[in-house]
């Protein structure tokens, strides 16, 4: 069973760099996340893994590089674009084209499209398929060696909602049996779904990586969720302990920067009474807009007059965070009402 | 190498292109040397030996009155082998499929080397079949001059056919090298021809234009019948053996380039 071990990876379109110095790792038995905004260089990754592109740094799958296996597609299939293949070469023949040179029999052919539901659709030529049919046989040519390795770019680009819930159990599959997945994805829910553990790049350098899990907890949008008749008492306690608390809609206050288990702690030194206490969680999509947000290469403006019309703050997400959102600074507290950022304020 | 090769082999009979160009490769071949064989005089005394049979056989090239053109339709399937490749975007899949480049390269080079020069002998076999059912003892199937002119057009329609291939990698556009492969013998080296000679006389004959790959190495089957004014400004064209060697280096010089080109860019 594979390890996929990246290290230093490089590469420099003109003066431009689109990845520079990237390290990772991806085990066996795990389905790994490969988030980015766009232009963060995802592709050129994937692209400098399997040696496509030349740059520097190492890939190795179990200490080979993609270069020097022979028969590639028995040890790691890639899947790198949404169309892979010769309009109208069959789509049977284009895995008979690519099994034979890679030793593997041609009755895994019939097998594989079978599995991704193309089996009908092996006489036709694929110029005339549908993207998500056209990832269906991507994805097909890269489990056609049954490799203990999969790279996937975007696969579940063009799949309807049936074929993202087969993509996703098929995956998970693949890496209970001791398989190493790498998948990149730009649909946060999809790889919240998904995946075990992420490798989040921004501007072509590593931002992070880890479980998902940890990944979330760490971001500064999971927060503590207080309501209390006593702010007045609580808040300046919280702010002391470093907590930053922001008044939100429906009269509660939303806490970063400080648990769950110190909040309740701080309340009950200070005798102000709680009415609920609970933790919200960022979702995945929060905490990878909070990571990414000063490394994203194409930045768009939301002109401001359109910024409140999507509902108030805290009533759900809206492509906006929840609450209004700061960074923490010397103000730690703000009664319901007079944020500048509230609800018929000034943005 | 084996892969690579296997994968080429299905990569060629995978595609409808490869049939239509050899189906007309071969069938052009045959009904246009069947109609110069049946058309021609055998009497006719322009003719020295083993010319009338090699015109039929090369359709009129060997004697200068037309281009080969079953080797144009062969150069097409030497631009195909990289074109399709890019035009597609196949070429990501093939090396991850097959991720030694210098064994695709010299995978596509052989297939598109033998291919070429099995259509070559199929297509000159075609010819000798229509020359001696129409000219009967006038045809020289026996004639040294006759298998001389056949190697020639063997080698040149090989080497035309490889030269498609390091066009179509170099400038990774299949329309643009299909239009270059094509215009290069014909327009563009004739136009280079003009204006080589015209201005410059016999020293632009015979030290510069006499050696454009394709003009020489068509030297390998040519046998004018008549004095063009080439002669004119005493044009001494190059042996075949000679011509043969020009268009060799020059079409190892353009897969030298392309092969560097192909192991050093990002697929």
């Known amino acids: 069973m594979a390890v996929i071990e990246s290290v230093g990876l490089s590469k420099t379109y003109g003066s431009k760099p689109a990845v520079v110095n990237l390290s990772f790792r991806v085990n066996p038995g795990s389905v790994t996340g490969f988030l980015g905004p766009n232009g963060a260089g995802k592709s050129t990754t994937m692209r400098l893994m399997v040696g496509l592109d030349n740059g520097s740094g190492t890939t190795t799958f179990d200490g080979m590089p993609f270069r020097r296996l022979t028969h590639p597609m028995r040890h790691v299939g890639v899947q790198l674009e949404a169309k892979p293949f010769h309009p109208t070469r069959k789509a049977r023949n284009h895995l008979r084209m690519l099994a034979g040179a890679n030793g593997i029999p041609d009755g895994r052919v019939d097998e594989v499209l079978g599995l991704v539901g193309l089996l009908s659709e092996a006489g036709h030529k694929p110029g005339k398929f549908s993207l998500g049919m056209g990832q269906r046989l991507g994805i097909a040519a890269a489990l056609l060696g049954d490799p203990h390795t999969l790279i996937l770019d975007e696969p579940a680009n063009g799949l309807d909602p049936q074929g993202i819930n087969w993509l996703r159990n098929l995956l998970k599959q693949l890496a209970s049996e001791g398989r190493s997945i790498f998948v990149s994805s730009h649909l946060l829910s999809e790889m919240a779904l998904l995946a075990d553990q992420l490798v989040v790049i921004g501007r072509g350098q590593l931002i992070t990586s880890g479980p998902i899990r940890d990944f979330i907890t760490s971001s500064a949008r999971t927060s503590v969720i207080v309501r209390t008749p006593d702010m007045s008492l609580l808040g300046p306690a919280l702010a002391e302990r470093g907590g930053h608390a922001i008044g939100t809609d429906d009269g509660s206050f939303s806490v970063t920067g400080i648990g769950q288990t110190e909040v309740g702690d701080v309340a009950h030194s200070v005798g102000a009474r709680i009415h609920e206490l609970r933790t919200r969680e960022a979702t995945l999509e929060e905490a990878f807009l909070d990571a990414t947000g000063m490394a994203a290469e194409f930045v ?22 929840p609450g209004p959102w700061q960074p923490p600074g010397p103000a730690p507290w703000q009664p319901p009402g007079q944020d500048p950022y509230g609800p018929g304020g000034a943005r | ?22 189906g007309s490769t ?11 064989a049946a058309s021609v005089d055998a009497g006719d005394s322009d003719f020295s030996e083993g010319q009338l049979t090699s015109s039929v056989v090369s359709v009129g090239a060997s004697i200068g009155s037309l281009p080969l053109f079953s080797a144009y339709i062969i150069a097409m399937l030497g631009v195909f082998s990289f074109g399709h490749e890019y035009r597609h975007g196949m070429i990501r899949a093939t090396l991850t499929a097959v991720p030694n480049r210098g064994a695709v390269f010299t995978a596509k080079v052989l297939t598109t080397g033998i291919l070429a020069a099995v259509l070559g002998i199929v297509c000159a076999l075609l010819g000798l079949l229509n020359a001696t059912m129409f000219l ?10 006759v298998w001389k002119v056949i190697l020639g057009l063997v080698v040149y329609t090989v080497l035309f056919g490889l030269f498609g291939l390091p066009v179509s990698e170099i400038l ?18 004739g136009a280079l021809h ?34 063009d004014i080439d002669d004119i400004f005493g044009y001494v064209p190059l042996e075949p053996a000679e011509g043969g060697l020009v268009l060799g280096i020059f079409t190892l010089v353009l897969l030298a380039l392309a092969s560097t080109l192909f192991v050093k860019r990002d697929a």
């Open chain 1, 300 to 321: 768009a403006h939301t002109p401001p007059h359109d910024a409140g019309q999507f509902g108030p703050p805290g009533a759900g997400y809206s492509g906006q965070p």
């Open chain 2, 136 to 145: 009967g003892d006038d045809a020289d199937t026996g004639s040294s001059f």
């Open chain 2, 26 to 36: 071969l069938a052009f071949q045959f009904f246009m040397s069947l109609i110069i």
């Open chain 2, 194 to 227: 003009l204006l080589l000679v015209i201005p410059e006389g016999e020293d632009g004959i015979n030290k510069v234009a006499k050696f454009l790959p394709f003009d020489a190495g068509g030297q390998m089957f040519a046998r004018p019948l008549f004095a």
């Open chain 2, 1 to 22: 190498m084996t892969a690579a090769l296997r994968y080429e082999w299905r990569r060629l009979w995978s595609i409808r292109s490869t049939y239509w160009l050899i």
């Open chain 2, 172 to 189: 990774r556009n299949q329309t643009g090298a299909l239009a270059l492969v094509l215009l290069f013998p014909s327009v563009i080296e």
